[in-house]
């Protein structure tokens, strides 16, 4: 890594892992799984986003979910045993997280929240997924990724987005 990237606590925290990584600092202007893909000309499918909901009693977790799809709500709260679960705001977001949306990495959070993660992931051989800052990517194994966070598989992806959108 360049000395240029930024040392956020995701990278402390997979620093500290002894895991590697790639970072790859990208010009953040919308944000979004695909603007980085488009970006890096990679397949927005392994850009993995990180995002921080909370259940019918205001429980926070953090969903991993492919860059290409959306989150199925109603089946998320199904899978884990509650009435509804909603994105949270972005301020409560970072509370939880203690990143800004927009960079919210799953690796180095301020509090331990449980993480669920789209069982498809764990089937790709890398993934790129926020560092833990706007404009920042790392990409890292995803055996790696499984092992550090130990996330809950589920199957809440939709159906992929159509192109153009």
Do not use: W
Not at 124 to 152: E, F, K, M
Request: aromatic content about 6%.
């Amino acid at each position: 890594m360049s000395k240029r990237e930024p040392t956020t606590q995701a990278v402390r925290a997979l620093r500290a892992a002894g895991v590697a990584f790639g970072g790859h600092p990208y010009t953040y202007q919308r944000g979004g799984t695909a603007e980085f893909a488009a970006q890096l000309g990679v397949d927005e499918h392994v850009v993995i986003k990180t995002l921080v909901m909370e259940d019918d009693n205001a429980a926070p977790l953090m969903v991993l979910m492919h860059g290409d799809r959306e989150v199925a709500t109603g089946r998320l709260a199904r899978a884990i045993a509650a009435k509804r679960v909603r994105p949270c705001a972005p301020a409560v977001a970072q509370k939880h997280s203690g990143y800004q949306v927009g960079g919210t990495s799953p690796f180095g959070s301020r509090r331990a929240l449980p993480v669920y993660c789209e069982r498809s992931i764990a089937d790709l051989p890398r993934v790129y997924i926020n560092g833990g800052q706007r404009g920042y990517i790392i990409s890292l194994a995803t055996a790696d990724l499984l092992r550090l966070l130990a996330p809950i598989l589920v199957d809440v992806a939709t159906a992929p987005r159509a192109q153009g959108h």
